[in-house]
C-alpha cells in the first residue's frame, strides 16, 4: 500500500488563526479526501481532493472554512481557517488504490485554544 | 495519548479467545465495506473489504460476513492476542451528496480491550 505522510503532526493553535497541513504521497493516486475525526469519535468525510480542480465538499463542511489543494498526484494541503476551540480535531488524509481500498495517514492532532 | 475509544462502545474479551465486532450498516445502496484497526495515536489501519455481491470473505485471522437483508456488517477475530486491542470501525462506500466517488461512511466504532 502507498506510504502517507502527514505535517505536522500536531499543533496547538489560538482561536483565529489558520493552519495549512500538508499530505503527501510515496505514489501517483487519483483519489485523495480529508476526514476529521473529533475527540472520541468516528471519522467524517469532509472532501474530495480533485487533481486540477476544485475539491467536492461534503454537506456541513465549505471552502472558506476548508479549502484544499491538490496541486499533483501526489500531494495535498488543507487549510483550517479561522480556528475555534471547535475545530479541536484530528485531520486524516487517505488514498485509494485499486478498485476502493482506501488508506489512511498518521493525522495531524490539532487544539485550538 | 488521546485515547479514541473514550465515547465508544467498549468489547472485552480473553486473550486467546476469538472476538465478533458487529456494525450495522444505513445505506442499501453502498456496495463496498471495509473494516479499520486504529491504534491509540494512529491512522485507520485496514484490515479486510468485502464487496456487496459477497456474504463472506476471510483473511490472516479475520473473517468479515456482510448480511444485506438487514444490513449488518460483522468482523471476527480468531485468537485474539493482545496486539488486537484498538478501534475497530466499519466504513461503507455509499452515495454521496456531494458526488465525490469512493469517499466512505465510518460508522461509530467499537473498543476491543483484550485481557491477559
Known amino acids: 500500500s502507498a506510504v502517507i505522510s502527514q505535517k505536522p503532526s500536531r499543533d496547538i493553535c489560538q482561536r483565529g488563526t489558520s493552519l495549512t497541513i500538508q499530505c503527501q504521497v510515496d505514489?501517483?493516486?487519483?483519489?485523495m479526501f480529508w476526514y476529521r475525526q473529533q475527540p472520541g469519535q468516528s471519522l467524517t468525510l469532509i472532501a474530495t481532493?480533485?487533481?486540477?480542480?476544485?475539491?467536492?465538499?461534503e454537506s456541513g463542511f465549505v471552502i472558506d472554512k476548508f479549502p484544499i489543494s491538490r496541486p499533483n498526484l501526489t500531494f495535498s494541503t488543507l487549510t483550517v481557517s479561522n480556528m475555534s476551540p471547535e475545530d479541536s480535531s484530528i485531520y486524516l488524509c487517505?488514498?485509494?488504490?485499486?478498485?476502493?481500498?482506501?488508506?489512511f495517514g498518521p493525522g495531524t492532532r490539532l487544539t485550538v485554544t | 495519548g488521546e485515547s479514541v475509544g473514550l465515547h465508544l462502545p467498549t468489547l472485552s474479551v480473553q486473550e486467546g479467545d476469538n472476538s465478533i465486532i458487529n456494525c450495522a450498516y444505513s445505506?442499501?445502496?453502498?456496495?463496498?465495506f471495509i473494516w479499520y484497526k486504529q491504534e491509540s495515536g494512529k491512522g485507520p489501519q485496514f484490515i479486510i473489504d468485502?464487496?456487496?455481491?459477497?456474504d463472506k470473505r476471510q483473511g490472516q485471522r479475520v473473517t468479515v460476513l456482510l448480511n444485506k437483508t438487514v444490513k449488518h456488517l460483522s468482523l471476527q477475530i480468531a485468537a485474539t492476542q493482545p496486539g488486537d486491542s484498538a478501534v475497530y470501525f466499519c466504513?461503507?462506500?455509499?452515495?454521496?451528496?456531494?458526488?465525490?466517488?469512493?469517499?466512505?461512511?465510518f460508522g461509530k466504532g467499537t473498543h476491543l480491550i483484550i485481557q491477559p
Open positions: 505514489s501517483q493516486v487519483t483519489m
Open positions: 468485502i464487496r456487496s455481491n459477497m
Open positions: 487517505s488514498v485509494t488504490q485499486g478498485a476502493h481500498e482506501q488508506y
Open positions: 445505506n442499501s445502496a453502498s456496495d463496498y
Open positions: 481532493a480533485n487533481q486540477g480542480s476544485e475539491a467536492t465538499y
Open positions: 466504513a461503507e462506500n455509499a452515495q454521496r451528496t456531494g458526488g465525490g466517488a469512493d469517499g466512505l461512511t
